[in-house]
């Protein structure tokens, strides 16, 4: 490579709990480019949350979401010799956040209900909890990793 590797872009933490892992959220979640929307939307459904969830912080059940979203193996296609397979590997850690938080988002907008902050705290709630569309999915991912090991050997070609 000419180049060397581009550094990695530091992100502010948010104001509220000063965590850089929300103001992450906050930016998958925010559309054209309405930062500060996308915050209130954060900020209510964790206010949500808080009403709800008395015995542990509001901060601490969305982290506890998050942790039971990440998937630790996905599948990749490789084409080898004429057929194409599903070979399972390890994901980076940095990518792991990055698809648990969309997985958190997509699915919270897919939901049924009035209000996207309504719909946020559900879904947080429901994955904090070891339910809900985006831990069926991480599941989903980790079953269709197991199915295919037979196929890991092709990993390091």
Known sequence: MRKQKPKPRVINPDPRYNDAIVARFVNM???????????????????????KHTDEPEIEVFHKALKNIMPSVEVRSRRIGGATFQIPMEIR??????????????????RSGKGMANKLSAEI???AKG?????????????MAESNRAFAHFANR
């Not at 979640?29 to 009403?51: C, H, N, P, Q």
């Not at 850690?93 to 907008?109: C, E, H, Q, T, V």
Request: charged share 35%; glycine share 6%; proline share 2%.
């Open 29 to 51: 979640l925010m559309y054209d480019g309405k930062k500060s929307t996308a915050y209130t939307l954060f900020y209510d459904a964790l206010e949500i949350i808080k009403e």
């Open 125 to 127: 709630q429901a994955a």
């Open 131 to 143: 339910e809900g569309s985006a831990v069926k999915k991480r599941e989903d991912t980790h079953k």
């Open 93 to 110: 850690p940095d990518r792991r956040i990055s698809i648990g938080m969309k997985w958190l988002i997509n699915y919270a907008r897919a």
